[in-house]
């Protein structure tokens, strides 16, 4: 049986090392609630606590459910939560995306749809496969107390969906695995008669022997002394208020009521204590906050006695005090979580205060608002007990048998037995984990997040939608974005998805090892240098190529959802530089999870604009400005849309070929007869200005003794080739037209298939004899594997001239 360190232990393992959701109980007093805040200050993930109501939030350092996921407060019947319209903030939502491990306190008290609920939105924003978008679950909490509050009619709409109302009811997660991990060592109580009889009411297995027992602290009238500080614990609201106001109107004296401070958000149903406090000298109270200085004078649950009221101080006598305590204004926060834009990390952000004495009035108080607290002395009111674990939560306040006291006996019908919480309980026997499934669910998880971390398929899946959308609307956008796009998918599908699937068969070898894959040397060596090479293809080739890409276009909704699409695809090679940034060392998971919501967190979608530079390296940018900005004037002088005077590619391609003749005007695709007779020598005349061409040249054309004839319209490839030709190396190509050096190389291999560029001219006669034996020799399935025979120092461009070399001569 594993101790009571060995089972905080391995539930903090369970929580912090793997992915596995874990559902952690116990009785009550087991120190549940501390480790929560254990949890809190130790974990590395971004993670959320949230409770189903106000108050348990707010002890919990959290926020309810329904204010983080907005959800609604009626039953939530599966199917309509899609209908329903609930907008989320940008904030909110990078927050979602981002969360690592969600805590849920006191989950004996949240329905099953609530649960859905939570995992609607974490799929909508997150994984829509995975249950809870893939965030991993603590759930905290005991079923034999206070259970989630269902009205009739609300199960009425539900039972149709679900077998019980309870939180292990929830569809999503009944196909979720998750580890039960049960505290058995209380606190609380010492006693172990006590121990075994709340036991007994616990797993409803009290014999009729014990029960009498407890039934001999029923004592008929029960009027103690004031000074004892005695609190009743009642099931209902009304009869706790009812005691309490007739208790301090009998007191004699002034009343004082003090008047708390309530600033931001701070909703009524959260207030922890009355904002208008009315208290005498005699009245009881209970301290409902723990004492955070160094005296440690009080903590929540502790019962006293008024004896003293002034402005700003309260004085309090305990009974197992020899001196009052001096009480003073304390400050409760209501907080938003939210993203530290320094540290990146998930952090609650008060939005509300609330400043009041940390006391109330503590002749009685409901069982439901008692949960969480001790009592030395309590009259337990159960009688009426109407729901599961009421009587349990009552008894279980108090820390010794001899400190409690019945109102009426205890009937045997008010200890309330489930058969479904009988039959979840056994379930949850079976789920408790054992060293070797820690051990395993570490591994799964560092496989699987090395399986995430060397995988381009949500890149390839981006660009793939990217280039349908350009090719569905490829009349409206440069011929440019297409051509960049298809060197992106070669480059991607080449030098990343054929490599990664490659090394995705390594790491299966790797896995078979039994050691963790953070211990395993072998491993870490090739994810360093795996990373490395990853880290540069991206920063140094996708990103930039994918940044050159120009998005101009007149219909703005297209542009829109290019632009969309680009930023998911700019900023998933973002996010993947990053984490493999975070392996130069090795990996680690915690490291990786890190660096990737990081990475998330710092991405900003690059402005997507027009960026053109002429040939001889006048800023083409420039011109593009002019001409649009007398676009846009010409169209409103005349009313018009400004495509309907010059459509933006046209545009483009003026920019791109600067012409300054009409006969090189009527080569420009959008230009007509008519239109260069309508605006052609404007056109003409602002290209002049940037391209500092000379107005006679126009003159000196017409005044020419044949006409020339009508030029052909220049692509991007010609002016490649003119350069080449000019002497340029390919590098100096690139850099001059601020291209990849891919792009260069795919202009010119067109040129070598029909024979106007020699491969002489291309490669050196060594390097092109040892591609053409390779090739004479070998039927290759990819250019990868030639590129893996032939070595480093030949270059996928190279590869491509020769082929289409073979391709001529066939």
């Known amino acids: 049986m594993p101790s009571v360190n060995e089972k905080l232990e391995l539930a903090y393992n369970f929580v912090l090392h793997t992915n596995r959701n874990v559902f952690l109980t116990g009785k009550a007093g087991t120190g549940k609630t501390t480790f929560l805040h254990q949890i809190k200050q130790a974990s590395a993930k971004r993670l959320m606590v949230v409770a189903p109501t106000g108050v348990a939030a707010m002890n919990a350092g959290g926020v309810t459910i329904h204010s983080l996921f907005q959800l609604p407060f009626g039953p ?29 306190d006191e989950i004996s008290m949240v329905r099953a749809d609530v649960l859905d609920g939570i995992d609607d939105v974490l799929r909508r924003y997150r994984n829509r496969q995975e249950p809870f978008g893939g965030v991993q679950l603590l759930m905290i909490g005991d079923m034999q107390q206070l259970p989630p509050v269902i009205k009739d009619e609300d199960w009425a709409l539900l039972k149709p969906h679900y077998q019980t109302g309870y939180f292990f009811g929830s569809k999503a997660l009944r196909v979720t695995p998750y580890v039960s991990i049960e505290l058995t060592h209380i606190y609380r109580q010492s006693d172990a008669q006590f121990i075994n009889l709340l036991n007994g009411i616990r797993e409803k297995t009290i014999t009729r022997t014990q029960l009498d027992e407890l039934n001999q602290r029923y004592v008929p009238d029960f009027s103690p002394d004031e000074k004892e500080g005695y609190i009743t614990l009642s099931t209902h609201n009304a009869s706790a208020q009812q005691i309490n106001t007739q208790k301090l109107q009998a007191l004699k004296g002034r009343s004082r009521t003090y008047t708390a401070t309530v600033e931001g958000e701070c909703p009524v149903h959260t207030f922890p204590t009355e904002a208008e406090l009315e208290l005498k000298v005699g009245a009881q109270v ?22 003293d009221l002034d402005d700003d101080v309260i004085y309090v006598r305990c009974p197992s005090d020899d001196d009052d305590i001096a009480v003073y204004p304390v400050e409760w926060t209501n907080v938003r979580y939210s993203l530290d834009p320094a540290t990146k990390e998930i952090k609650a952000e008060p939005i509300g205060r609330f400043v009041q004495f940390p006391l109330k009035l ?21 009688s009426a007990a109407f729901a599961h674990g009421q009587v349990y939560v009552a008894l279980s306040r108090c820390k010794s048998l001899e400190g409690l006291v019945l109102r009426t006996p205890i009937p045997s019908h008010s200890i309330k037995t489930e058969q479904t919480l009988e039959d979840f309980h056994e379930q949850v026997q079976q789920r408790i984990p054992t060293a070797q499934e820690l051990l395993d669910s570490r591994r799964t998880n560092q496989e699987s997040l090395l399986r995430e971390l060397f995988s381009f398929e949500l890149a390839a899946s981006l660009l793939y939608r990217a280039q349908k959308l350009v090719r569905d609307n490829a009349d409206n956008l440069p011929d440019e974005l297409s051509a960049g796009l298809n060197q992106l998918n070669d480059l991607l599908r080449e030098k990343a998805r054929e490599v990664t699937i490659r090394f995705q068969q ?22 360093i240098k795996a990373g490395a090479y990853f880290q540069a293809l991206i920063g140094d080739e996708l990103l930039p190529l994918l ?12 542009r829109e959802a290019v632009v969309e699409v680009l930023d998911e695809l700019e900023k998933e090679l973002f996010i993947k530089s990053g984490s493999f940034q975070s392996c130069q060392h090795g990996f680690n998971a915690l490291t990786y999870l890190q660096a990737r919501n990081r990475a998330e967190l710092d991405f900003q979608p690059a402005r997507r604009k ?20 007398w676009r846009n004037d010409k169209a409103g002088e005349h009313d018009l849309s400004g495509y309907m005077v010059l459509p933006q590619k046209t545009v483009y391609e ?34 002049r200005e ?35 030709q000019a002497g340029r190396t390919i590098d100096e190509i690139a850099a001059e037209r601020s291209m990849a050096v891919l792009t260069i190389e795919g202009h010119l291999a067109q040129y070598v298939r029909h024979g106007e560029v020699s491969l002489d001219a291309l490669l050196p006669p060594d390097k092109l004899k040892r591609i053409r034996q390779y090739f004479a020799s070998n039927q290759p399935g990819s250019l990868s594997e030639a590129k893996n025979a032939l070595g480093k120092d030949v270059t996928y461009g190279e590869l491509r001239f020769v082929l289409n070399a073979l391709r001529t001569d066939d």
């Open 362 to 382: 503590a002749w009685a108080i409901t069982i439901h608002k008692s949960q969480g607290l001790t009592f030395e002395k309590a009259i337990i009111d159960a």
């Open 76 to 104: 939530i019947v599966p199917g309509a939560m899609q209908r329903e319209t609930r907008k989320f903030t940008r904030e909110k939502i990078r927050l979602l995306r981002t969360l690592d491990l969600l805590v849920i």
């Open 286 to 307: 209970m301290f409902i906050k723990n004492d955070i200085s160094r005296d440690k004078l009080y903590y929540n649950g502790k019962i006293g006695r008024v004896v």
């Open 654 to 687: 003026l920019v791109k070929l600067r012409p300054t003749t009409t006969d090189e005007l009527l080569a420009v695709k959008g230009f007509g007869k008519t239109k260069v007779k309508q605006i052609g020598e404007e056109v003409l005349q602002i290209i």
């Open 506 to 527: 390594h790491l299966s070898a790797y896995f078979a090892d039994n050691r963790l894959p953070e211990e395993n040397g072998a491993l870490q060596e090739r994810v």
């Open 690 to 724: 940037y391209a500092g061409k000379p107005e006679r040249r126009e003159a000196s054309a017409k005044k020419s003794a044949s006409p020339k004839p009508k030029k052909e319209k220049i692509d991007t490839r010609a002016i490649t080739l003119a350069l080449f």
């Open 610 to 629: 027009v960026e053109v530079l002429a040939t001889d390296g006048s800023a083409g940018s420039s011109l593009y400005k002019a001409l649009m900005k």
């Open 547 to 558: 940044r050159q890409c120009p998005t101009d276009c007149d219909n703005q909704q297209i």
